[in-house]
């Protein structure tokens, strides 16, 4: 199956099991190479890639959340095809997750096992300037004040200007999702926090309780905003270890 939306690994995992994987905003599907060697044979690994970044990177970007929402979910309903699935979400792909948790169950009557939300907070645009409104020296402070900006960039003016614009294109997709209407899902929700995370902070995923009909249960990673480059394994077996234990 060919779909521009699912970076499929060489050789697809024949697994009852499958895991939606979402990356934060500036990132994409190459954020989550290596996680299908390290969760094994027990799930298989689908890295979503939005339009506008890496091998999309000529395509234009999408900045409405339902957009990027009913696209995902039109390629991804015919991959899980009946298999128990995970939705998994880290920073902006966090709300994505979220978001498209609730256009499958309302518009396909599919719920995931489990909707696992990282680093994000429904309240994540409380700053007066829309960050998507920055200039390059606002953007780039403000990118800094949480570790999202490599120093090396600074040193590649081209690349930085495309890293820019894509940063400011997802936080649109952010923006739009802070200003849309919330509807509660029915599957339960995992939440990660970091413990050094000065953007989202432990209690500001306290708002997710509000917006689930089945059960939150929380972990909490050693690191910043971006603990989840250093705890792959961490996570992968978190993942595992909550299905099998919603099977018993």
């Excluded at 989550?32 to 969760?39: L, R, T, V």
């Excluded at 959340?65 to 998994?88: C, K, Y």
């Excluded at 995931?112 to 829309?130: D, G, M, R, W, Y």
């Excluded at 997710?208 to 480059?229: A, M, P, Q």
Aim: charged fraction near 25%; proline fraction near 3%; charge should be negative.
């Amino acid at each position: 199956m060919n779909s521009k939306w699912i970076r499929f690994g060489k050789n697809r995992i024949d697994s009852e099991k499958c895991m939606i994987c979402i990356p934060f905003a500036g990132s994409g599907a190459s954020l989550f190479a290596g996680w299908q060697k390290i969760i094994g044979n027990d799930m298989e690994i689908l890295p979503i890639q939005l339009p506008g970044r890496e091998e999309r990177i000529a395509e234009k970007p999408l900045t409405s959340i339902s957009d990027v929402v009913r696209s995902i979910a039109q390629a991804v309903v015919p991959v899980i095809n009946g298999r128990e699935f995970v939705i998994f979400g880290h920073s902006m792909g966090g709300l994505i997750a979220y978001a498209l948790t609730a256009e499958l169950e309302n518009e396909y009557g599919m719920s995931p096992k489990l909707c696992i939300i990282s680093a994000s907070s429904i309240n994540i645009c409380t700053k007066k300037q829309k960050v998507s409104e920055m200039n390059d020296e606002e953007l780039i402070k403000e990118l800094s004040s949480y570790g999202g900006m490599d120093e090396q960039l600074l040193l590649l003016p081209d690349y930085l200007k495309m890293y820019l614009d894509i940063i400011r294109n997802d936080y649109k997709i952010i923006e739009d999702f802070a200003a849309s209407e919330k509807t509660s899902v029915s599957c339960p929700l995992r939440l990660y926090s970091g413990t050094e995370d000065t953007l989202i902070a432990k209690e500001d995923m306290k708002e997710w309780y509000g917006l689930t009909g089945s059960g939150v249960t929380e972990k909490v990673f050693e690191g910043d905003h971006f603990f989840i480059k250093k705890h792959v394994d961490d996570i992968c077996k978190d993942v595992l270890d909550n299905i099998r234990n919603g099977d018993n």
